[in-house]
């Protein structure tokens, strides 16, 4: 796979990444900020974008910024399963750090935060 390329749009606030340039993909909505593009028949990443952009690179006091991943319980378990493997795997896990919270012991959900120092030091 290619360096990934990044840009990012200031009047929309949007950061693209981009795996396969050029590629055909399908979206999956992670949640309302991230959307993450993947050839279904390959199940490779194509891209990566982040709407919002300014507001989750925002550090907060004890730390990164973390969001939930609420579009994966929309999913069939198929999908779900090939974007959770998708998302901890490179290319894309250099660009999200994924974790879970727990807020019960049987209940797990997912949280993603950006990795700005991949982020800024790649599109330098």
Same mark, same amino acid.
């Given at each position: ?5 990044? /840009?990012? &749009?200031?009047?929309?606030? !949007? ?6 340039? #050029?590629e055909?993909?399908? #979206?999956?909505?992670?949640? &309302?900020?991230?959307?993450?593009? $993947?050839?279904?028949? !390959?199940?490779?990443?194509? #891209?990566? !974008?982040? %709407?919002?952009? *300014? ?11 973390? %969001?939930?991943?609420?579009g994966?319980? &929309?999913?069939r378990?198929? $999908? ?5 493997? $998708?998302?901890? *795997? ?8 994924l *974790?879970?919270?727990?807020p ?6 997912? $949280?993603? *935060?950006?990795?700005? &120092?991949?982020?800024?030091? /790649?599109?330098?």
């Amino acid at each position: 796979m290619a360096e990934p390329q990044i /840009r990012y &749009d200031e009047p929309s606030d !949007t950061l693209y990444v981009s795996f396969a340039p #050029g590629e055909s993909a399908t #979206g999956v909505e992670l949640n &309302d900020n991230l959307l993450l593009r $993947i050839d279904k028949p !390959t199940r490779t990443p194509v #891209g990566l !974008t982040v %709407f919002n952009y *300014s507001l989750l690179a925002q550090a907060t006091e004890i730390g990164p910024r973390s %969001f939930p991943l609420t579009g994966l319980a &929309d999913l069939r378990e198929e $999908i779900r399963d090939m974007a959770l493997s $998708i998302l901890q *795997s490179p290319p894309v896990n250099e660009f999200l750090l994924l *974790s879970a919270y727990s807020p019960a012991s049987r209940e797990m959900i997912p $949280i993603a *935060s950006l990795r700005l &120092d991949r982020i800024t030091s /790649r599109a330098a």
